[in-house]
């Protein structure tokens, strides 16, 4: 994997205790009243830990009981379109946007465990004291009817922050001084995982010294929407390389132009490489951006 100038300083601090004072739950008619009081636990939340007199890092916290596979304290994108990236644009700068992570891969961390600390930045008193200073933080945890989903923060604040800063509380409610917390669950919503990036970059090159440079974006964008969508099966991202490079051709020979036609296409592929029937749950939302990013390729070769 490509390694940049810029690396980013990984730091990690054990055993944080949440300190954040009494958050309370609901109005309470009288202070004599604190043993009735329900206290919130922040499920994750920021803290600062000073360097010196002007300067101090920022750690999110885990202050779950269970180890995060990761940390990715950027924004992760759910496909090519998202990213800013253009089909069949073979320039260097395009296929930095296609890789998704080009600026950021360095600083995703793996397996933070219970009541740990991972650095995400730094906030100066001096230098940023006027600056509008923001941070996207997405992390892997159960949603509030789900077992599985990806949280996104997005903690927008002038100045940085100081102390501690809850992200999410422990009944699953946003703090009041959050941006937004967002509870990723659905497969169109979901964005490529972070844990498969050094894979999907292997596959890009390989797909490039196959393919060219033009075609390998296209099969690679597919295979993004295979991923997501858990087209027929839920195999590690490299073992549907195959099926998403058949289904790229045919669109390219068929010519086709409406979604139930790329469902077919889809179905047909996957009917060959295994049993007929095997990719029952094709939905119609995946097959949709097959058919847009067929479109997108065809209107990007044709002359101006």
């Not at 054990?14 to 109005?27: C, E, R, Y």
């Not at 941070?135 to 077992?147: A, L, M, R, S």
């Not at 060219?212 to 099966?233: E, H, K, P, Q, T």
């Not at 060959?272 to 097959?290: P, R, S, T, V």
Request: glycine share 6%; net charge negative.
């Amino acid at each position: 994997m490509t390694r940049l100038t810029y690396q980013f300083e990984q730091k990690r601090l054990d055993n944080f205790q949440w300190a954040g004072g009494s958050k309370l739950s609901g109005i309470t008619a009288q202070a004599s009243d604190e043993q009735g009081r329900v206290r919130k636990q922040p499920l994750f939340y920021l803290e600062t830990v000073s360097i010196d007199s002007y300067e101090d890092d920022v750690y999110f916290v885990n202050n779950t009981d269970e180890t995060l596979r990761w940390v990715a304290p950027f924004k992760p994108y759910r496909s090519i379109e998202e990213a800013g990236a253009k089909l069949a644009d073979v320039s260097e700068e395009n296929l930095c946007k296609v890789k998704l992570y080009s600026n950021d891969i360095d600083s995703v961390y793996q397996d933070v465990l219970p009541k740990q600390g991972v650095r995400i930045g730094s906030t100066h008193i001096m230098y940023d004291s006027d600056a509008l200073m923001q941070w996207f933080i997405h992390v892997p945890y159960k949603g509030p009817d789900t077992h599985y989903a990806i949280w996104r923060f997005n903690i927008v604040e002038k100045g940085g922050i100081r102390g501690t800063y809850p992200l999410l509380w422990d009944d699953f409610s946003k703090p009041s001084h959050m941006v937004s917390c967002d509870c990723l669950f659905e497969q169109a919503d979901m964005p490529i995982e972070v844990s498969i990036y050094e894979e999907r970059c292997a596959m890009l090159e390989r797909l490039i010294g196959s393919f060219g440079v033009s075609n390998a974006i296209f099969i690679l964008a597919i295979n993004d929407v295979i991923y997501r969508y858990c087209v027929g099966w839920s195999a590690p991202y490299s073992e549907s390389d195959i099926q998403a490079q058949d289904i790229a051709m045919k669109l390219i020979e068929q010519k086709l132009e409406n979604v139930g036609a790329v469902k077919a296409v889809v179905q047909a592929v996957y009917d060959f490489w295994f049993n007929e029937g095997f990719a029952k749950n094709i939905l119609m939302q995946a097959c949709e951006e097959i058919l847009s990013l067929y479109q997108a390729q065809i209107a990007s070769q044709k002359p101006v």
